[in-house]
C-alpha cells in the first residue's frame, strides 16, 4: 500500500512538471508566433483596441448617466411650507397680556412629520433663508422682497427612505394641522422616476448588445489569422500532435492579442474621464448630483476591458480553432 502511495506521488509529480513546461513551451510559442506574423498580428490588435475604445467609451457614458439618473430620482424631496401664522420653530410666546410664555405647539408639525415611518430626515428653513437663496440663484432684484415684505413661507424640506415614498409622505403631510401647503414636484418627480428606469432599463440593453458585437467582431478578427495558418495547423496534425497541444499556442496568442488591445483603450478611457470628472464635478456638485468618482470608476472600467479583451481573444482563438481540430 506504501508503494502506491508512492507511485501515485511520483505520477502526480511527473504530470505537474510536464504540464509547467508544456506552459512554458507554449508562453514562448505564442510570443514568437505574434512576432511572426506581424502583420496579421497588428490588425488583430488594431480590431481589438477600435472595437474595446467604443465599448469604453459607450460603457462609460451609459453607467454614468444611469447613476446622475439615480441621484436625481434620490433627490426628489417634499417641501412642506407653513402658515404665515405658525409659531412651530418658536420656543416661546406671547401671551394676551404681553408676557412670553412656554409654547405649547413648539415643533408639534416637525414631530409629526418626523414619526411618519417612511421619513429619513426633516430640515427647517426660514423664509429669510429662502430669499437669501433665490437672491444668490436669480439675482439682487429678490432683495425689494427682504424684510417684511418677503412673500415666501417657513418650510420643512423632508427627505424620504426610498425615492417611492415621496407621494405617501406628501399626501400624510398635507393632513397635518398647520401646514399651508406641500410640494413633491408632481409632474417633475413621476418624470424624473420614469427617466431613472428607462435608462437603467435601456442602458443594459445597449451595454449588452455592444458586449455581444465586441465579441463577434473581435472573435472574427482573430478567426481570420488562425484561417490565414491553416496549412501549419495540418502540418502539426499530420506530425501527430494532439489537439490540445495545438490548441495551447493558439489560445495563449489570442489573449495576448487581447491584452494588447487592451492598453490603448485603457490610457484613453483614463485620461478621457479625468478630463471629463474635472471639467463636469464642479457644476453637478452643486445640484447634489455626481458622476462615479475616478478611483472607484477608473480601475473597475480598465480592469474591465483587460478582461474582455483577454477573455474573448481566448474564446475567439477556441472557437476558430475547432473546426481545424475536428477528425
Known amino acids: 500500500q506504501l508503494k502506491t502511495v508512492e507511485w501515485y506521488v511520483m505520477n502526480m509529480k ?73 409659531t412651530d420653530q418658536q420656543e ?18 416637525y414631530n409629526q412629520i418626523s414619526d411618519l415611518p417612511d421619513v429619513a430626515s426633516v430640515t427647517y428653513s426660514s423664509k429669510d433663508e429662502q430669499l437669501q437663496h433665490l437672491t444668490e440663484t436669480l439675482g439682487e432684484t429678490w432683495n425689494l422682497f427682504a424684510g417684511d415684505a418677503n412673500p415666501l413661507y417657513d418650510a420643512y424640506i423632508i427627505e424620504t427612505k426610498t425615492p417611492e415614498a415621496v407621494k405617501t409622505v406628501a399626501a400624510a403631510v398635507a393632513k397635518i394641522d398647520g401646514v399651508s401647503e406641500v410640494r413633491d414636484g408632481e409632474v417633475e418627480t413621476e418624470r424624473i422616476f420614469k427617466l431613472a428606469d428607462l435608462v437603467r432599463t435601456w442602458g443594459l440593453v445597449a451595454t449588452a448588445l455592444l458586449l455581444v ?36 499556442p493558439f489560445l495563449l496568442e489570442g489573449a495576448w492579442v487581447g491584452l494588447l488591445g487592451a492598453i490603448a483603450p485603457s490610457a484613453l478611457i ?51 480553432m475547432s473546426r481545424f481540430l475536428k477528425i
Open 14 to 86: 511527473e504530470s505537474t512538471d510536464t504540464m509547467i513546461r508544456r506552459f512554458f513551451r507554449h508562453f514562448l510559442e505564442s510570443l514568437k508566433s505574434l512576432k511572426r506574423n506581424g502583420w496579421m498580428t497588428i490588425a488583430a490588435i488594431s480590431s481589438v483596441t477600435i472595437t474595446l475604445i467604443l465599448v469604453g467609451i459607450f460603457a462609460s457614458v451609459i453607467v454614468n448617466t444611469a447613476k446622475l439618473a439615480s441621484d436625481l430620482e434620490n433627490n426628489v424631496r417634499v417641501n412642506v411650507y407653513l402658515r404665515a401664522d405658525s
Open 92 to 109: 416661546t410666546v406671547l401671551n394676551d397680556v404681553g408676557e412670553t410664555v412656554p409654547n405649547e405647539s413648539y415643533l408639534a408639525i
Open 213 to 248: 458585437t465586441a465579441i463577434l467582431l473581435i472573435s472574427n478578427t482573430i478567426r481570420i489569422t488562425i484561417i490565414s495558418r491553416s496549412r501549419e495547423i495540418q502540418i502539426m496534425r499530420l506530425v501527430g500532435a494532439k489537439n490540445s497541444y495545438i490548441r495551447g
Open 270 to 320: 483614463y485620461f478621457l474621464y479625468q478630463i471629463a470628472y474635472q471639467s463636469v464635478a464642479p457644476s453637478l456638485a452643486t445640484q447634489n448630483l455626481s458622476l462615479i468618482p475616478m478611483n472607484i470608476f477608473v480601475p473597475i472600467m480598465i480592469g474591465s476591458l483587460f478582461l474582455v479583451g483577454i477573455v474573448i481573444g481566448s474564446l475567439g482563438s477556441m472557437i476558430s
